[in-house]
């Protein structure tokens, strides 16, 4: 394997601007490309990650950190106390893959069939090693350091399931930072955004309309479900153009449509099944009544009824002010001001939600492409990253560890 370290050239300023960063970690480089590539040949879907919490859970352990596993499924947490009074930094990484093909040419392509990195948590967990290796050789300057390795992110349960299970106690974590590989931004760049919300709340519903079927030539002896149905999704829109307030966001889309067996015939009911997408948890809250009250007044105009059944999965990630302005800081020290984009709220969803409810979170893209190899978006068959980015990952996780834990020094421990 051919690494070269810090070809790039911001990261080799930092042989001059923080030397003793750019030594540490351009020495655990090649390791941590090493993990990567190896996660990378072997994913392992929602759940089952037990391959890599391994993996994780034993270098924790070769590098001095206490190691809890099987937290909330195949969850890891490593623990590195520096003895001196100070706060509690939780880091977190997804350690799934995605059920699809990996279609990359590199060799360490996905040696697992329906298996694949296509979203990068492969890299978020080899970054989060190099974050961890880099603080057993450094030391911490006070406080406590927290690995959250969580599974399961992409079916949306692992950092629930982990909060539950206690990751976020024993010691208590005051600030909570992750990050997501992202090709819209080349290697080298970061992005946050600066609304209140990062990542949309992500709800599933279901909506059952029910008529009376009859013969598609007599319309007027039924109560025409697919009719009804037509106009409630039509409908069901004018909540999002007209009354939620423009300068907010949500999203209603429409996945399934089940309904029929034959062209002439009017079935009895039809189902309709979508996604909620929202930013504010108040807007949030409002959307399965404002739905069900437009979408049964339709039916019951027509004749007929509606159900609807309306599931609140993963809220939205709520960015704390002072831990984004900490990050932009931390940017800013390593590789100047220019690296850090502005960007809009993605109406995607992201469990690390979950974290950012309970403690002060930031949340931020690293960006990973260099090329067309890795130019596709996450979740194609050709998803990539460029490996230079970890490089930016470790570094920008690192110091804003440090720079957290000397601005608290002393508050806990
Ligand atoms: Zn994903
Ligand atoms: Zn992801």
Not at 258 to 283: D, F, H, Q
Request: aromatic share 6%; charged share 20%.
């Amino acid at each position: 394997m051919t690494v070269t370290v810090g070809s790039s050239r911001e990261f080799s300023n930092l042989a001059n601007t923080h030397p003793e960063w750019h030594e540490a970690i351009g020495s655990l480089f090649e390791e941590v490309v090493a993990i990567r590539r190896d996660l990378h040949k072997n994913p392992e879907l929602s759940f089952q990650e037990t391959r890599t919490a391994g993996i994780v859970s034993a270098r924790l352990r070769e590098w001095g950190y206490e190691v809890t596993e099987n937290v909330g499924g195949t969850g890891v947490v490593g623990l590195l106390k520096s003895g001196v009074p100070g706060p509690v930094v939780g880091l977190r990484a997804d350690m799934d893959a995605l059920p699809m093909m990996d279609e990359i040419a590199a060799d360490y392509r996905s040696q697992r069939d329906g298996a694949a990195h296509t979203c990068g948590h492969d890299a978020h967990t080899a970054i989060l090693l190099g974050v961890a290796k880099l603080y057993s050789g450094k030391g911490l300057p006070c406080g406590t350091l927290k690995l959250i390795f969580q599974p399961a992110e992409e079916i949306g349960e692992g950092a629930a399931a982990m909060i539950a299970d206690g990751a976020l106690q024993n010691p208590k974590v005051d600030l909570m930072a992750g990050l997501h590989v992202h090709p819209t931004l080349h290697t080298g760049e970061f992005s946050v955004t600066t609304a209140e919300y990062s990542c949309a709340a992500v709800d599933i519903f279901e909506l059952e309309v029910k008529g009376k079927g009859g013969h598609a030539a007599h319309p007027h002896q039924t109560v025409d479900p697919i009719m009804i149905s037509a106009q409630i999704l039509v409908a069901l829109q004018q909540i999002v153009s007209r009354q939620v307030d423009p300068l907010d966001s949500v999203v209603l889309s429409f996945g399934q449509i089940e309904a029929g067996s034959k062209a002439t015939i009017i079935p009895n009911s039809v189902l309709l099944k979508g996604t909620v997408r929202t930013l504010k948890p108040e807007t949030r809250k409002e959307m399965p009544e404002r739905m069900a009250a437009i979408a049964s007044g339709i039916a019951q105009s027509f004749g007929g009824e509606c159900e609807l059944d309306y599931q609140f999965i993963t809220p939205s990630i709520k960015i704390d002010g002072s831990a984004r302005e900490l990050l932009s800081d931390t940017i800013s020290e390593l590789y100047g001001e220019d690296a850090l984009k502005i960007s809009l709220p993605s109406m995607g969803g992201e469990d690390f939600a979950y974290f950012s409810q309970e403690v002060p979170s930031v949340f931020f893209r690293l960006g990973t492409k260099n090329g067309e190899a890795t130019a596709f978006p996450n979740h194609n068959t050709r998803f990539d990253v460029d490996e230079q980015a970890f490089l930016y990952g470790i570094s920008v996780l690192g110091l804003l560890t440090y720079n957290y834990l000397k601005k608290n020094e002393g508050e806990k421990g």
